[in-house]
């Protein structure tokens, strides 16, 4: 009994500290501006800047656990640009939202097909384009 009276004391004790709410689990950020410009954010910590806010912008339209979508993702390269242009914006922050607006450009969204969705049957393929051969793709080794 002596042996089983700590273990007990302790699950006792740790019993009601099963009940107590626990400290919120935040997602993991990689930040590379402010509080918002990167995969994740700080909210609800407010944007530092004109570009911050334009990446608060597009977390703001960009679903949980899906992509944006193209006119999201086209939003923020507007808004960077932008700043960007801006002569009144310090040096390293023009820079810092030339590459978001090059990162918006390439992002992908909702809308955006792969070469591997996109259809294989006759359901579709209407909107398929085939592209037209150039005159110097047309010789027997490329089979023109």
């Not at 339209?61 to 700043?83: F, H, I, M, Y």
């Not at 922050?93 to 969705?117: D, H, I, K």
């Amino acid at each position: 009994m002596k042996a089983i009276a700590p273990f007990l004391l302790a699950c006792c004790l740790a019993g009601p500290a099963l009940a107590q709410e626990g400290p919120t689990v935040r997602r993991p950020t990689m930040l590379i501006h402010g509080n918002y410009c990167g995969p994740g954010n700080n909210a609800p910590l407010a944007p530092i800047d004109a570009l911050d806010a334009a990446c608060a912008r597009h977390d703001a339209c960009t679903p949980d656990d899906a992509l944006p979508s193209k006119a999201c993702n086209a939003r923020l390269q507007v808004e960077a640009e932008g700043v960007a242009d801006d002569p009144r914006q310090p040096d390293d922050l023009r820079m810092m939202a030339g590459l978001v607006a090059s990162g918006a450009a390439m992002m992908p969204s909702e809308a955006s097909r792969t070469f591997a969705q996109a259809p294989t049957s006759a359901v579709g393929a209407e909107r398929l384009v085939t592209p037209r051969r150039s005159s110097w793709t047309r010789s027997p080794a490329y089979g023109g």
